[in-house]
T-cell receptor, first 114, second 113 residues
Framework: AQSVTQLGSHVSVSEGALVLLRCNYS??????LFWYVQYPNQGLQLLLK??????LVKGINGFEAEFKKSETSFHLTKPSAHMSDAAEYFC????????????FGTGTRLTVIP | DGGITQSPKYLFRKEGQNVTLSCEQN?????MYWYRQDPGQGLRLIYY???????QKGDIAEGYSVSREKKESFPLTVTSAQKNPTAFYLC????????????FGEGSRLTVL
């Protein structure tokens, strides 16, 4: 069985500061991991994904995430926050890459302070 | 432009009424999904379909029904049996059921009065 825990339902950072959104997963098999972003009253958009290979994954809008098997983590980072990064971010895990067994975390709302 | 179109964006209904949410995609994707989103609970899978004329229950299918008569269309009916239907509903599609990359519509917000 898979599950995802996102630490911190709300995170606030100053514009230009480092963004760090935490995600820990549980999976009995090698996981496929995803980060999605949701702007207010909109659907979700894929930021980045890890399937196999390089553990540091780069995504859109300057975000990246690192798969750390020993820590069962897939934290999302961005060196410098921009006002447009304010949104809700969801971490998700799948055991096979299949969307029909994709489990989402409860989300982290990011606020960027000018 | 290719994408997923959900309608209506906002919907108000009285208790006891069935409502149908529309989802259309022109991405030529095989698989389509319906999720429900509630504050603080993330997304939960209601139904999914990997191919025309076939669909499977997700984690919270009770009180919902779907059909997949065309590849492009996957409407969701929220029936009067759904105990707490007020929520934000998201439709998504993917190239195949084994692809975790989902493409989402903009959602439909249903409020039951």
């Amino acid at each position: 069985a898979q599950s995802v825990t996102q630490l911190g339902s709300h995170v606030s950072v100053s514009e230009g500061a480092l963004v760090l959104l935490r995600c820990n997963y549980s999976s009995s098999v090698p996981p496929y991991l995803f980060w999605y972003v949701q702007y207010p009253n909109q659907g979700l958009q894929l930021l980045l994904k890890y399937t196999t290979g390089a553990t540091l994954v780069k995504g859109i809008n300057g975000f990246e995430a690192e798969f750390k098997k020993s820590e069962t983590s897939f934290h999302l980072t961005k060196p410098s926050a921009h006002m447009s990064d304010a949104a809700e971010y969801f971490c998700a895990v799948s055991s096979s890459g299949g969307a029909n067994n994709l489990f989402f975390g409860t989300g982290t709302r990011l606020t960027v302070i000018p | 432009d290719g994408g997923i179109t959900q309608s209506p964006k906002y919907l108000f209904r009285k208790e006891g009424q069935n409502v149908t949410l529309s989802c259309e995609q022109n991405l030529n994707h095989d698989a389509m999904y319906w999720y429900r989103q509630d504050p603080g609970q993330g997304l939960r899978l209601i139904y999914y379909s990997q191919i025309v004329n076939d669909f499977q229950k997700g984690d919270i299918a009770e009180g919902y029904s779907v059909s997949r008569e065309k590849k492009e269309s996957f409407p969701l009916t929220v029936t009067s049996a759904q105990k707490n239907p007020t929520a934000f509903y998201l439709c998504a599609s993917s190239m195949a059921s084994d692809a975790g990359e989902l493409f989402f519509g903009e959602g439909s917000r249903l409020t039951v009065l």
